[in-house]
């Protein structure tokens, strides 16, 4: 079983920086699948981004936040780093750190699939 443990969230204005960091324990995890969703309100959850622990491929967020989001890992690969930089107000939401054993696994909404992380809530505001 693997436990996530997400920290960083807060309120920042438009055009700050946030940093955010999700710890995992237990199982292999230095070789899983790791990464970051959101869930604005009254949305569905929404892909940010993840990076395979065993290669580093990184699986790149959406072109809107290209040059914005940047993930990373660390701490022998049990770390998930992202950094947000320039943020907006759409930004806004509660970001959910994720594992799994495969793309497959990770890239699922379903509460039941994969490990989550608690949430943490960014918001961006003036």
């Known amino acids: 079983q693997v436990t996530l443990v997400e920290s960083g969230g807060g309120l920042v204005q438009p055009g700050g920086s946030l940093r955010l960091s999700c710890a995992a324990s237990g199982g292999a995890s230095s070789a899983l699948v790791m990464g970051w969703f959101r869930q604005a309100a009254g949305k569905a959850h929404e892909f940010v981004a993840a990076i395979q622990g065993s290669d580093g491929t990184i699986y790149p967020t959406d072109p809107s936040r290209k040059g914005r989001f940047i993930i990373s890992r660390a701490g022998a690969q049990n770390t998930v780093n992202l950094q947000m930089n320039d943020l907006k107000s759409e930004d806004t939401a509660v970001y959910y750190c994720?594992?799994?054993?495969?793309?497959?696994?990770?890239?699922?909404?379903?509460?039941?699939?994969?490990?989550w992380g608690q949430g943490t809530q960014v918001t961006v505001s003036a």
């Open positions: 994720k594992a799994g054993t495969s793309v497959t696994m990770f890239m699922s909404t379903s509460s039941d699939v994969g490990y």
